[in-house]
């Protein structure tokens, strides 16, 4: 049973830094790709940002509107992935995802909110 847990939203004032992380089970986070995604209220949920597996590279991309801002990363020890996010800007305010692609579907944490005050 796949299970993701995300944590470490909160409030914070713009240009602050968050750092979120998903803790994971029932999968090994370096042998998957694993996301992050985000849903502002009102608008469809948004990709921000993917790191490959070990065997593929282990390489993280990035939407257009996070990119030099946020960075993706992946304690293995932890089983664990991390959205480190610097620089936020108010439209950066959303519930953000942890996800991952296993067993023929995708899976999705509960989310955890970022509200960035301006």
């Known amino acids: 049973q796949v299970q993701l847990v995300e944590s470490g939203g909160g409030l914070v004032q713009a240009g602050g830094s968050l750092r979120l992380s998903c803790a994971a089970s029932g999968i090994t986070v370096s042998n998957n790709v694993m996301g992050w995604y985000r849903q502002a209220p009102g608008k469809e949920r948004e990709w921000v940002a993917t790191?490959?597996?070990?065997?593929?590279?282990?390489?993280?991309d990035y939407g257009d509107s996070v990119k030099g801002r946020f960075a993706m990363s992946r304690d293995n020890a932890k089983n664990t992935v991390y959205l480190q996010m610097s620089n936020l800007k108010p439209e950066d305010t959303a519930v953000y995802y942890c996800?991952?692609?296993?067993?023929?579907?995708?899976?999705w944490g509960q989310g955890t909110q970022v509200t960035v005050s301006s």
């Open positions: 996800s991952v692609y296993f067993w023929g579907r995708q899976h």
């Open positions: 790191i490959s597996e070990v065997s593929g590279g282990g390489n993280a």
